[in-house]
């Protein structure tokens, strides 16, 4: 595709319910980050991949927090047990060479969640 | 602990004026700074970089300006137009860490008027 797309676009959970944010990056994009910006505030790191191989999750909150990217293209990022904290836009971002190499990064519209 | 803030939440200004807007940073580690662009309802869009070795880096009506002994970056747009309102994040790279890997401050709302 053109650009990051990012699935859905709008989540809205029950406080417990387990949720799953989908990314599929720019084709041959080898980075793909993920980050959550909560109201008012700006995008916060939650992780990142270089193709497959997750580099760094320093930024999950808590191991309710999962995020894979099997095959080296589309990530999925889970939520078990959805508290109202998690209530954010959830914002995919890929670049295409690896994470160590300047790069800008091209991010996608985000899904916002919302736990009632 | 806030390591890149904006302290301005907002900022408006009048069609082909000057636009500044600030960010200061703690964190002596941060080596490539960026700025960042977003429109309601979309991800944030790539503006303009610049690296801790360099003072200023131009490209067409953005400037970014580095001061390290002040810890502070500004962004100057002129002319302004109506279609640069948008909100503005300022964001930084630690040095040893991933370029995509950035820290952002909060964002400041700029309105450019006709």
């Known amino acids: 595709g053109a650009g990051v797309s990012q699935s859905p676009r709008y989540k809205v959970a029950k406080r417990g319910q387990d949720v799953a944010l989908r990314c599929d990056p720019i084709s041959g994009h080898v980075s793909l980050f993920w980050y959550q910006q909560a109201l008012g505030q700006g995008p916060e790191f939650l992780t990142y991949?270089?193709?497959?191989?997750?580099?760094?999750k320093s930024g999950l909150p808590s191991d309710r927090f999962f995020a894979e990217r099997p095959e080296g293209s589309v990530s999925t990022l889970k939520i078990q047990r959805t508290q109202q904290e998690d209530s954010a836009v959830y914002l995919c971002?890929?670049?295409?060479?690896?994470?160590?190499?300047?790069?800008?990064?091209?991010f996608g519209n985000g899904t916002r969640l919302t736990v009632t | 602990d806030q390591q890149v803030k904006q302290n301005s939440p907002s900022l408006s200004v009048q069609e082909g004026r000057i636009s500044i807007l600030n960010c200061d940073y703690t964190n002596s580690m941060f080596d490539y700074f960026l700025w960042y662009k977003k429109y309601p309802a979309e991800g944030p869009t790539f503006l303009i970089s610049i690296s801790s070795i360099k003072d200023k880096n131009e490209d067409g009506r953005f400037t970014v300006f580095l001061n390290k002994s002040a810890k502070h970056l500004s962004l100057h747009i002129v002319p302004s137009q109506p279609g640069d309102s948008a909100v503005y994040f300022c964001a930084a790279k630690a040095g040893g860490t991933s370029y995509g890997k950035l820290t952002f401050g909060q964002g400041t709302i700029l309105t450019v008027h006709p």
């Open positions: 971002a890929s670049s295409y060479t690896d994470s160590h190499t300047n790069s800008p990064l091209h």
């Open positions: 991949f270089q193709n497959e191989a997750q580099l760094d």
